[in-house]
């Protein structure tokens, strides 16, 4: 059975800083990339920031210098470490491999940037 769990969201002011944590099973964890995703109000989800079983990252344009993404493999977590946050960033986001799995959408972590 997949599970993946979110953590962290919450609300803070722009300029602010969230860190999100995602525990996932092995079955999706091992061996594969992994991705947060994120979901805007009337927009479609989007994929914001993937690492590689071996590291390595790569960002969507929207948070690049702004956002970094890590990972223990050992531990089947992955963390979003976001900085300068934007009322833009504002968002339900989640993680899943990278191509998705259908079966790993978990209930994600709520973002708010406001003043």
């Known amino acids: 059975q997949v599970q993946v769990v979110e953590s962290g969201g919450g609300s803070v002011q722009p300029g602010g800083s969230l860190r999100l944590s995602c525990a996932a099973s092995?079955?999706?964890?091992?061996?594969?990339?992994m991705g947060w995703y994120r979901q805007a109000p009337g927009k479609q989800r989007e994929l914001v920031a993937i690492?590689?079983?071996?590291?390595?990252?790569n960002f969507a344009d929207s948070v690049k210098g702004r956002f970094t993404i890590s990972r223990d493999n050992a531990k089947a977590t992955v963390w979003l470490q976001m900085n300068s946050l934007k009322p833009e960033d504002t968002a339900v986001y989640y993680c899943n491999a990278v191509p998705s799995w259908s079966s790993a959408w978990g209930q994600g972590t709520q973002v708010t940037v406001s003043s």
């Open positions: 092995a079955t999706i964890f091992s061996m594969n990339a």
């Open positions: 690492i590689t079983s071996g590291g390595s990252t």
